[in-house]
């Protein structure tokens, strides 16, 4: 035998011991991970890729083979749905369905050589969008000693941004003194997909005894007196010539019936917490057709904080340890609406 014919059976014997003894021996699960036992010599590099639609972690190995006694599985746990061999010539592919909200992290460890997949659970914040308010050339109500709501709803807009903003993600519709249409609040509330949008305000009456908190939601039935508040804060519309866009009413009326009962529970929570911690006077939550939170497509309230007309509760909530007290009682109210 030629020595041409030695070393091309010698290289030939080298290559297939090089393909057939890499190998995926064994496949364990830990809490937290699933570790792949791989025979093999050769350094590791995987090509690892995820299909973020289907969730679907795809891991190709070259030059190796994987146990017979490996077989796909189906996995009852909190990270993986079920783990899919596939075998083409020098190759093996591994699919590993994820659940929803999963992170992962692969690793290469060597001596023994094990690949690693980690699990982690995503921690997918709730969204609220806080509207201050009136603003800009809208000034809102105007109360004892000339005090504009647009100002104070922006003050506790920013307190209650600064509380929540610790747990949540928030967006304010504005950060300034800026004016923006009743319709575009709520837009910038269902662009941001938000699961919570709350509205702040500051009420007022021409008797001037009026005093208290109270919460509303969204409601096409008004009593007499909630059609009242509501005609106040809807003017906007009619004062600066905004039309309605009749197209959006109707796509928001399926939105109506699924956020109803979840907003009513959150404006009851909060009524009683601001009442329990101010000693406000209550005046109990309502239903009216606020145009604000007409257009919203997640859960809705406007919160009437105080009477700026009265002079005890105007001058309350100008202080710091009563808005501290109001912006807990709204932060646990949420907490305890989302729990």
């Known amino acids: 035998m030629s020595k041409k014919i030695q070393l091309y059976l010698l290289l030939l014997l080298l290559f297939s011991i090089n393909i057939y003894g890499n190998k ?15 025979n093999s010599t050769e350094d590791l590099n995987p090509l690892v890729n995820y299909d973020e639609q289907n969730k679907l972690l795809f891991v190709e ?12 599985k189906v996995i009852n746990g909190n990270y993986i ?20 909200n999963i992170k992962y992290e692969t690793l290469v460890l060597k001596e023994p050589t094990r690949f690693i997949i980690k699990f982690e659970k995503e921690s997918k914040k709730k969204k609220i969008v806080i509207d201050a308010g009136h603003g800009g ?5 105007i109360g004892y000693k000339n005090i504009y709501e647009k100002d104070l709803a922006l003050k506790f807009a920013k307190k209650l941004e600064s509380k929540l903003g610790k747990q949540y993600d928030v967006l304010l519709t504005r950060k300034t003194d800026k004016f923006i249409t009743l ?3 709520s837009k910038i509330a269902n662009d941001f997909e938000a699961d919570l949008f709350i509205s702040l305000h500051m009420n007022s009456n021409k008797n001037k005894s009026a005093s ?22 809807n003017s906007v519309n009619e004062k600066y010539g905004i039309k309605e ?16 009962e979840k907003s009513m529970n959150l404006a009851s929570t909060i009524e009683k917490k601001l009442v329990s911690s101010t000693k406000f006077r209550e005046r109990g939550i309502f239903g009216a057709n606020f145009a604000v939170l007409r257009g919203s497509q997640s859960p809705a309230v406007l919160i009437e904080l105080a009477f700026i007309s009265n002079k005890s509760d105007a001058k309350k909530v100008c202080t710091e ?19």
């Open 24 to 38: 995926i021996s064994n496949m364990r699960f830990g809490s937290d991970r699933v570790v792949f036992d791989i």
């Open 61 to 72: 190995f070259e030059n190796m083979q994987k146990s017979k006694d490996l077989n796909n």
């Open 81 to 100: 749905e079920k783990i899919e061999f596939l075998n083409m010539d020098d190759m093996t592919d591994l699919f590993v369905s994820l659940r929803p």
């Open 137 to 141: 050339k809208d000034p809102g109500a």
């Open 183 to 185: 319709k575009n609040r």
């Open 212 to 233: 208290g908190t109270e919460v509303f939601y969204y409601s096409r039935k008004s009593s007499k007196y909630a059609k009242e508040i509501a005609k106040f804060e």
């Open 245 to 260: 866009d009749y197209t959006e009413l109707i796509v928001n009326d399926i939105f109506y019936h699924i956020n109803q």
């Open 321 to 339: 340890w009563y808005q501290n007290k109001m912006i807990d009682s709204i932060e646990k109210a949420i907490k305890e609406s989302f729990n």
